[in-house]
């Protein structure tokens, strides 16, 4: 079954928040989803550890290299879909968890940094990707941005020209900055458990979500050529 | 991951098999870890990866602990800072190293003396 790859050399541009966002949309749909925490801080386990967690979602750390592969594939038996969260840094790591992927995300924000780190991850992608038997496909996330895309910077707005002239695919669907998405990860469980009183704009949150992971479902559909 | 339909008329249910992502062979692993480290993605054992705690550093003793203040002629103020500064010397062993002296001098007087 499928397997979603977040990377980024950098940290804190929005890798965990994605990929629980995407497992707890993908589980609200009814799929059975193992959600792999190679992160050596755990923060997936965090998440999994309060309240709330789906039955369907299941989360397992794995943080080494030699292993990771093996833990994907078992992975990937038993679930419908397979989140691997890597940490915030280039590693070899992120090499071998390509190397058995369907579909690398790479979130970034807007600024220079982020996208000089993402430029690396895509090289990297790229290069795993000449030596699988299938072309790995891969698309660019555009994670905390604002809201609004009015309210976009100049910068970001750049960068996000700089990636269609490359070629690199984007998920439609920018994931904003929101306190609902940061909410998950203190009051556990899934934006569709969060109440009204606890954070505000849920409603927005959770429609933002959700077409994000419907754009990403797109990307992993569609047909790649080597 | 699944089988096909042997016969081209029957229907196929098996599920997508475009999802089936073969296991990397040793030599794919090895060039796609070579491409990576030259990227900078570089392989780590695994006690690199995990955060050793690390051993917690007795604190430091304080030696010269009293403080007191002395009026003196600025010049004099200005030589002592400059001698401890000189000698990369804590202020107090600076104080030490004059009592010493004086001390070896005073001893030394007293000697000649008798």
Known sequence: ?226 | MTEKAVRPGLANFSLDDDDEIPIPTPQQRQAAKLGGERLGFKSEPMTAAVAVPKKAVAAREALYTANFHIRTLPEDRERYDEFAYRHRMKKGEAMKLLLDLAEEAEAARRAKGK
């Open chain 1, 1 to 226: 079954m499928p397997v979603i790859t977040l990377l980024s050399p950098k940290g804190g541009v929005g890798k965990t928040t994605t990929a629980l966002l995407l497992a707890t949309e993908l589980s609200a749909q009814g799929a059975d989803v193992i959600l792999i925490d190679a992160d050596p801080n755990f923060p997936l386990s965090k998440w999994a550890a309060l309240p709330g967690k789906p039955t369907n979602i299941e989360v397992i750390e794995e943080i080494d290299e030699e292993t990771i592969i093996d833990t994907i594939g078992d992975a990937r038996k038993r679930a419908q879909y397979v989140i691997v969260d890597l940490e915030g840094r280039a590693s070899g790591r992120v090499t071998n968890a390509l190397l058995v992927s369907n579909l690398a995300l790479i979130p970034m924000q807007g600024s220079a940094l982020d996208s000089n780190e993402a430029a690396r991850a895509f090289r990297n992608v790229r290069q795993v990707s000449n030596h699988r038997d299938r072309p790995l496909k891969f698309a660019a996330v555009l994670a905390k941005t604002q809201a609004s895309s009015r309210l976009w910077p100049r910068e970001l707005k750049q960068i996000i020209a700089g990636m269609e002239e490359a070629g690199i695919p984007m998920i439609g669907t920018a994931l904003a900055d929101r306190g609902a998405f940061r909410a998950l990860f203190s009051f556990g469980g899934t934006l569709a458990t969060l109440k009204d009183k606890d954070v505000g704009s849920l409603e927005t949150a959770r429609a933002n979500a959700a077409a994000f992971t419907l754009d990403v479902l797109h990307i992993l559909n569609e047909k790649v050529t080597a």
